[in-house]
């Protein structure tokens, strides 16, 4: 099965346009392990190393369309695994922070790390250089994120108060 053959058949099950658009823009290909990718776009889940699988693509689309994302919401992905599924939510949403509970495998390192080196993929450089910037803020962790608003909450009251 092709990208082609895949989105015809989730354009059967999925009705939202939005979800179909994003789903026809992430490679899933860069998700997966390189033995696997000729299977990249059969509607199954993969192995990509530690216990973990990439959810099939029929599942991503229906949790993307039953979240009914808008362009102005952030989204906090528990367990994000590959990032297949926080790459096509960041497709619908402003922003998504995702966490993993455990080390990610060596096979999801490589798979995010061919996703960033790609220059086959459909998305322009500048997206790519934006998807990089969002895994960045994936992996950062939740007490470095609650350390950066603090400093600039601390910032901003002290240059209110120096400007009255």
Same mark, same amino acid.
């Given at each position: %099965?092709?990208? @082609? @053959? $895949? #989105?015809? /058949? #989730?354009?059967?099950?999925? &009705?939202?346009?939005?979800? #179909?658009?994003?789903?026809?823009?992430?490679?899933?290909?860069?998700f997966?392990?390189?033995? $696997?990718?000729?299977?990249?776009?059969?509607?199954?889940? =993969?192995?990509?190393?530690?216990?973990?699988?990439?959810?099939?693509?029929?599942?991503?689309?229906? %949790?993307?369309?039953?979240?009914?994302?808008?362009?102005?919401? +952030?989204? =906090? @992905?528990?367990?994000?695994? &590959?990032?297949?599924?926080?790459?096509? %939510? /960041?497709?619908?949403? +402003?922003?998504?922070?995702?966490?993993? &509970?455990?080390?990610?495998?060596?096979?999801?390192?490589?798979?995010?790390?061919?996703?960033?080196? /790609?220059?086959?993929?459909?998305?322009?450089?500048?997206?790519?250089?934006?998807?990089?910037?969002?895994?960045?803020?994936?992996?950062? &962790?939740?007490?470095?994120r609650? =350390?950066?608003?603090?400093?600039?909450?601390? /910032?901003?009251?002290?240059?209110?108060?120096?400007?009255?």
């Amino acid at each position: %099965m092709d990208r @082609d @053959d $895949l #989105l015809r /058949s #989730l354009g059967t099950r999925v &009705s939202d346009e939005r979800v #179909l658009a994003a789903m026809a823009v992430v490679p899933r290909e860069l998700f997966v392990d390189p033995q $696997l990718a000729g299977a990249a776009y059969a509607d199954c889940p =993969l192995p990509i190393g530690g216990g973990q699988t990439i959810s099939q693509p029929a599942v991503v689309a229906g %949790m993307c369309q039953a979240l009914d994302l808008r362009e102005d919401e +952030r989204v =906090l @992905d528990v367990g994000t695994g &590959s990032g297949y599924h926080a790459a096509v %939510m /960041s497709r619908l949403c +402003r922003h998504v922070f995702g966490i993993s &509970s455990t080390r990610c495998s060596p096979q999801v390192r490589s798979a995010r790390s061919r996703q960033r080196a /790609s220059t086959t993929s459909p998305w322009s450089r500048a997206t790519a250089r934006s998807a990089y910037r969002r895994r960045r803020r994936l992996t950062r &962790s939740t007490s470095q994120r609650q =350390l950066a608003t603090t400093c600039r909450r601390r /910032s901003r009251r002290s240059s209110r108060r120096a400007g009255a």
